[in-house]
């Protein structure tokens, strides 16, 4: 256990932040979910409306430290290409 009351104070504060990156990250997938059944029901149209509303969340989680850049880059991409296939 922490003697210094800095660790203390950091254990508290790792807790909470946590408990915050778990929500950032389900939110995250919410949104990725939303454009993915848009797209297995074929609706080109809600699938790229949902995937403009998907986009800047996405973006943001990796500004917040969520997910690296490299990992959304991919999951937009994927995604993208999958929208562009449904005709």
Known sequence: MA???SAKKRIRRNARME????IRKNRVR???K???LAIEKADKEKAK?????AQP???RSVTKGIFKKNTIARKL???SS????IA
């Not at 408990?19 to 778990?22: A, T, W």
């Not at 409306?49 to 509303?53: P, S």
Request: hydrophobic share 45%.
């Open 49 to 53: 409306e949902a995937f403009v509303q």
């Open 82 to 85: 999958r929208i562009k296939k």
């Open 57 to 59: 969340e996405m973006h």
């Open 3 to 5: 003697n210094h009351a």
């Open 77 to 79: 991409s994927r995604l």
């Open 19 to 22: 408990i915050i990156n778990k």
């Open 30 to 32: 919410s949104f990725i």
């Open 34 to 36: 939303k454009v993915e």
